[in-house]
């Protein structure tokens, strides 16, 4: 449909061909009315009905609501239609019939659970309000990888299909791979640590992990994908500032590109770019303040992971996204760096939202030895990593790196109750299909 025109660039005085959804239909008697609905928004298309042939007002009045049709018309002024112009139709065309029976309303006007909703993804996503949501996705994934590329980043891919997991054997997918054992991979880490000893140096990449951890929880897919940054010649502190930068990027892209969507959410007055840089506390100095809330029904000690409850209390303490920093290295992976001249504290640190986190990251052991080493502590067999290890051998820079999903960074964006609201086809413990 060359000649297709949108329904928000219809203009008065023009002959257009407009196609969509019939979103409403309006008999009044003499005249009646079709709302029909595109990408752009809605046009009002009026029938006059002494003044048509009988057969274009049954095929139009007579269609279904989510029918797709296309209809060719005058365009007119008319202040009182919804976008100020309506369409006066000399031909109307039913290209697919909806059956009477929907599943769901994508009008909005009558409400469906989630699993409804996710059952039904592709009428779900015809309620302007959840399309919006994942056109704010997008803009989001476009203005970090523009921010990357202007920190001189490479956008590369790795494998999803791994002989060993990231974190050694454990919350994997194993799958059959030609007869052998294979696994689908939890992260790229491994591979991305690679290339920043490779000619690449600075890389970044947007895509799937796997995780199979039996969560049920509003925050938590198995399917998940994320935005994973490395970097040779930089240490924690750097990797920090651009990690920053990503997320002040997103939303600086949405304030500007997002305006129509976020209206579209009620979100207009109160949606705003985090201002001032993000505070940088110790892991020790975390705790501390999370306990002195008062909050907590268990006081946290040196080597407690930052529980749901204590990420909450802290985060309304803070009041807006923050680091925390210098983490206890027996819970952070071997891969991390530890102080030299404090090996109990490593270089590992957590980007926090207010409600949850967001960011892993932190500097990472370059040298060979102390590599190993790390497995050693860990309980891992470094033999089994010798395609990571081994090119340690050959000269590898200082570096560091973190990663976060897309899912959390526009859950905690749009304020949504749900990470399933912020993935078109959500994979959790229950979910594999659509």
Request: net charge negative.
């Amino acid at each position: 449909m060359d000649d297709r025109r949108y329904a928000a660039d219809a203009a008065p005085g023009e002959e257009a061909t407009v196609a969509g959804w019939i979103h409403e239909i309006r008999d009044l008697g003499g005249i009646a009315f079709l709302i029909l609905r595109d990408r752009t928004g809605k046009i009002q298309v009026k029938f006059e009905k002494d003044e048509m042939d009988e057969t274009t007002l049954e095929r139009a009045l007579g269609a279904q609501r989510e029918s797709v049709i296309r209809v060719e018309g005058r365009v007119e002024a008319e202040e009182r239609a919804p976008t100020g112009v309506e369409l006066v139709p000399s031909t109307v065309e039913v290209l697919a019939e909806a059956d009477p029976e929907l599943p769901l309303d994508p009008s909005g006007k009558v409400d469906a659970e989630l699993p409804t909703r996710l059952d039904n993804r592709t009428l779900d996503l015809r309620k302007p309000e959840v399309k919006a949501i994942f056109e704010i996705r997008s803009e989001v994934l476009r203005a970090v990888r523009d921010y990357f590329r202007s920190v001189g980043c490479t956008e590369i891919n790795t494998p999803k299909i791994v002989a060993t997991g990231t974190e050694g054997g454990t919350e994997l997918f194993p799958i059959t791979y030609f007869g052998r054992e294979a696994f689908m991979n939890q992260s790229p880490q491994l591979f991305k640590q690679l290339m920043v000893g490779s000619g690449l140096e600075r890389v970044f990449e947007v895509g799937p992990i796997f995780r199979a951890e039996e969560h049920n929880t509003p925050r938590h897919l198995n399917e998940a994908t994320m935005i994973d940054f490395e970097s040779a010649f930089v240490d924690h502190h750097e990797a920090m500032d651009v990690c920053e930068g990503t997320l002040r990027a997103a939303y600086e892209g949405v304030a500007e590109h997002c305006t129509d969507q976020l209206e579209t959410l009620g979100m207009a007055d109160e949606f705003g770019v985090p201002d001032g840089e993000f505070p940088r506390l110790t892991y020790q100095t975390a705790i501390e303040r999370a306990n002195a809330t008062g909050e907590l029904d268990d006081v946290l000690v040196w080597g407690d992971d930052l529980s749901t409850e204590a990420e909450r209390a802290l985060g309304a303490d803070v009041g807006g996204h923050y680091f925390v920093t210098d983490w206890p290295a027996e819970i952070k992976p071997f891969y991390i760096q530890d102080y030299d001249d404090d090996p109990e504290t490593s270089k590992g640190f957590d980007l926090m939202h207010p409600r949850m986190e967001l960011v892993s990251g932190g500097q990472r052991e370059h040298r060979y030895d102390e590599l190993v080493a790390g497995f050693e502590r860990q309980g891992l067999d470094p033999s089994q990593f010798d395609y990571y290890t081994e090119l340690f051998r050959f000269g590898m820079p200082p570096h560091a790196g973190w990663a976060y999903g897309v899912e959390r960074l526009v859950m905690t964006m749009l304020d949504l109750p749900n990470i399933r609201e912020s993935v078109i086809f959500p994979r959790d413990r229950q979910r594999l299909s659509p």
